[in-house]
């Protein structure tokens, strides 16, 4: 339902940015408006690639890939188990650190509280099972 509302929301916000852009085309009117405009025409594509599912950030455990999208607007990230060096699992995070010393952090927010024990069970499953090094810490000392 909230999908729907996004994408009706969306498109109501690009409608709106097409008449106001033809009503400032019209002569007496200020150009001020235009960065305005824009905002809201973006804001409406914004809501409907959100209200389409292609802004939802997961994680994903599939046979010995990770695929994680950390942000709404970031693409896929595929982990494989050759790649990863360590685990880190801290109450509101997850810390993965790739060969090469990059760390990529996901960030759990308070809104998926009832599903952060479920994804850490099955990160700390999946590591035990490919032999990658798993550390819990409950602070970031």
């Given at each position: 339902?909230?999908?729907?509302?996004?994408?009706?929301?969306?498109?109501?916000?690009?409608?709106?940015?097409?008449?106001?852009?033809?009503?400032?085309?019209?002569?007496?009117?200020?150009?001020?408006?235009?960065?305005?405009?824009?905002?809201?025409?973006?804001?409406?594509?914004?809501?409907?690639?959100?209200?389409?599912?292609?802004?939802?950030?997961?994680?994903?455990?599939?046979?010995?890939?990770?695929?994680?999208?950390?942000?709404?607007?970031?693409?896929?990230?595929?982990?494989?188990?050759?790649?990863?060096?360590?685990?880190?699992?801290?109450?509101?995070?997850?810390?993965?650190?790739?060969?090469?010393?990059?760390?990529?952090?996901?960030?759990?927010?308070?809104?998926?509280?009832?599903?952060?024990?479920c994804i850490k069970d099955?990160?700390?499953?999946?590591?035990?099972?490919?032999?990658?090094?798993?550390?819990?810490?409950?602070?970031?000392?």
């Amino acid at each position: 339902m909230v999908r729907i509302l996004q994408i009706i929301f969306g498109a109501m916000c690009i409608t709106i940015a097409a008449i106001w852009a033809v009503y400032m085309t019209m002569p007496g009117i200020g150009n001020g408006y235009w960065i305005a405009t824009a905002f809201i025409f973006f804001f409406g594509l914004f809501q409907i690639y959100s209200g389409m599912g292609y802004a939802a950030r997961y994680i994903e455990i599939d046979g010995n890939v990770i695929v994680l999208k950390r942000s709404a607007l970031e693409r896929k990230i595929a982990l494989v188990p050759d790649r990863l060096e360590r685990v880190e699992i801290l109450p509101l995070s997850i810390i993965f650190t790739i060969n090469d010393g990059r760390r990529i952090t996901i960030r759990f927010g308070m809104s998926v509280a009832a599903s952060i024990d479920c994804i850490k069970d099955a990160v700390e499953e999946y590591a035990t099972g490919q032999k990658i090094e798993i550390e819990e810490r409950s602070d970031l000392q």
